[in-house]
């Protein structure tokens, strides 16, 4: 066997990435019209702090209306109680350094704990930046007055930019997502079967028509990756179709990607003669078992010594734990919608947060890592780079492969986002004299965003790409006149991945392996857990709660694995070669041990 062509270069990956699927544009519509929206009330209005609100916009959900306000709550919560945060420990110290800079570190530090331990990351992201922000505003020794009115404002801006974002939403985005996650579901499955069957029918080496159109289908699903079934996966969370939807949803989203990424490499491969009826054989059977989840049929186990062998064999097992994961499924969707409704109460704290010490140590590191920052732009009095400090908060993820990929694409995203705020405050600003021809200038830059933001596995760049673009260029109600602040958030953000490294891959590593491996850890005391209430008599009430707990618990981690599958590659050093083995071995243990938790589950009695 023989590969033809090898879809590698940095050109494809970026073609792959950037390349249009359903919904792409008009969610980059979306955001450009609810921030160019919120621009032009925010002039208007002469409303300070709007730039960095309207920068923070492009990090929350807006997928679904109910998401989008619930995620905007939340934003706006954090935000309110920096703001409550920063105000009273300044009075009640009466602005004393030593006690500003405790203050700093207590906020940064409860704010990291409850980033990783709550169910709300995203107000604590949101608590801890803003409470920097607020808190390092002090530093220049302004007026009391002058202090609360900027935090004050910082509210008021960014109430306003989520209002308009939300406004947008509830007025063109889908209410539907449960039906279009069924038709993407689908329609995966449905190009896996025309696939296998075109390889079955067909000599792969000749390429008919028909194996080729099946291989291009195939092949712009796997461009497209699993990123818009995760994004209608969030727009369900919290919604009445949410209780009606199967349980190991996002773990079958999971197979289902490594399933297509796989199997497109069949269509450049060439198989020798010997091998061409073993293919044929194997293909026709993996064609049957898509048909079979396509149509939603439940059939009984196929014995593993009729699997296909060879090229086929790891791709038969996963379809195989597709199947059964959706026949358990169905079987606990159908005897538990009751106890799944009146379980869906709030939790503050994810499961088990209080047995470990993960969260503690994260916030550890964390603090360190800021305070550092802090200390290091402080003593050189360059407040400019204070930027470094945010690379830490929103880059600080728990593995190291997970943070250097962050910071890899922050950097980039802010590099792309000062050279255009740049050559906007050099070249366009001057000839620019109302907010028409200011509108003019921001639309495309946020579409460019929002359509960099919906990529797979690069999003945060585009992120980035705003945050950087509208601090250089929105720093007022007039033209900018200094090109300094592109260049200084630059370099605050490479001292603060310097500082990152030093902390968190150097003086304290948690590998992507050693992530992994809690990880598997979890799901498999999850599945312990769920096999131990079930031997116990009349409590049927308890199983149904608690397995709600530890289904939401898989869930997570389940998530986790897929953004960490990726992120391995950015594990550098003398360790690469041995993380990206174990890393393999792990998810394919992951894999296997959620499969038995959902099989368990498929087991609870009505």
Same mark, same amino acid.
Request: hydrophobic fraction near 50%.
């Given at each position: ?185 689908? !329609?995966? #499955?449905? &190009? +896996?079967?025309?696939?296998? %069957? *075109?390889?079955?029918?067909? @000599? ?5 028509? /028909? ?72 293909? !026709?059977? #993996?064609? &049957? +078992?898509?048909?079979?989840? %396509? *149509?939603?049929?439940?059939? @009984? ?5 009729? /699997? ?77 780079? +204070? ?95 200094? +090109? ?123």
């Amino acid at each position: 066997m023989s590969t033809r062509f090898h879809r590698g270069t940095m050109l494809e990956l970026l073609q792959d990435e950037l390349s249009p699927y359903p919904g792409r544009t008009a969610g980059a519509l979306r955001d450009t019209l609810g921030i160019v929206l919120a621009v032009v009330i925010a002039m208007t209005l002469q409303l300070p702090g709007f730039s960095l609100s309207a920068a923070l916009l492009l990090l929350m959900q807006r997928e679904r209306p109910g998401l989008t306000l619930r995620a905007g709550l939340q934003i706006l919560a954090g935000c309110a109680l920096a703001a409550i945060a920063s105000i009273v420990w300044v009075q009640l110290t009466d602005g004393n350094e030593v006690a500003r800079f405790l203050g700093v570190a207590l906020c940064v530090f409860v704010s990291a704990f409850c980033m990783a331990a709550s169910t709300l990351p995203m107000l604590w992201t949101i608590f801890g930046f803003y409470g920097f922000v607020d808190l390092a505003y002090w530093d220049g020794h302004h007026t009391a007055s002058a202090g609360v009115s900027y935090c004050l404002f910082q509210v008021a801006s960014l109430a306003l930019v989520l209002a308009c974002a939300t406004a947008v939403e509830y007025l063109f985005a889908s209410r539907h997502p449960a039906e279009e996650l069924n038709q993407e579901l689908h !329609r995966r #499955l449905s &190009a +896996l079967a025309r696939f296998f %069957a *075109a390889l079955a029918q067909d @000599d792969p080496d000749t390429r008919p028509p /028909a194996l080729r159109r099946a291989h291009r289908d195939l092949l712009q699903l796997e461009h497209a990756g699993d990123f818009r079934l995760h994004e209608l996966y969030d727009r369900l969370q919290g919604s009445e179709e949410a209780a009606r939807m199967p349980v190991g949803l996002q773990y079958r989203i999971g197979i289902l990607t490594r399933v297509i990424r796989k199997s497109v490499v069949f269509g450049f491969t060439s198989f020798t003669a010997d091998a061409s009826d073993e293919l044929k054989a194997g293909a !026709r059977t #993996l064609a &049957a +078992l898509c048909d079979l989840a %396509a *149509a939603g049929q439940r059939v @009984d186990h196929v014995a593993l010594a009729g /699997a296909p062998r060879g090229p086929f064999e790891e791709i038969f097992r996963e379809l195989q734990q597709y199947r059964e994961v959706s026949a358990a499924a169905v079987d606990v969707a159908g005897r538990q919608a009751l106890e799944r409704h009146r379980s869906n109460g709030f939790r503050f704290f994810q499961p088990g947060v209080f047995e470990q010490s993960e969260q503690v140590i994260y916030a550890l590191k964390l603090t360190l890592a800021v305070l550092t920052c802090y200390i290091l732009y402080n003593a050189v009095a360059w407040p400019g780079i +204070l930027t470094c400090v945010v690379t830490v908060l929103f880059t600080g993820l728990n593995s190291t492969g997970a943070m250097k990929q962050k910071q890899l694409y922050r950097f980039a995203g802010a590099v792309i986002g000062g050279v255009l705020g740049i050559a906007t405050v050099s070249l366009l600003f001057p000839n620019m004299d109302s907010v028409t021809s200011l509108v003019a200038v921001l639309a495309p830059v946020v579409f460019l965003s929002g359509w960099v933001m919906r990529s797979p596995r690069i999003g945060y760049v585009g992120v980035q790409i705003g945050f950087a673009f509208f601090l250089s260029t929105l720093q007022g109600f007039g033209p900018p006149t200094q +090109l300094n602040p592109a260049r200084d958030r630059v370099i605050g953000i490479a001292l603060g991945i310097g500082v990152m490294w030093f902390v968190f891959d150097q003086l304290w590593p948690v590998r992507t392996s050693d992530a992994l491996g809690s990880a598997l850890r979890k799901i498999n005391g999850a599945t312990s857990r769920l096999h131990t209430l079930m031997l116990q008599a009349d409590a049927a009430e308890v199983v149904a709660a608690e397995f709600q707990r530890l289904r939401g618990m898989v869930s997570v981690e389940l998530t986790n694995m897929q953004q960490m599958d990726f992120a391995a590659q950015f594990e550098i050093g003398r360790h690469r070669k041995r993380e990206l083995v174990r890393t393999r071995r792990l998810l394919r243990e992951i894999e296997g041990a959620a499969a038995e938790f959902y099989r368990e589950a498929g087991r609870i009695p009505a």
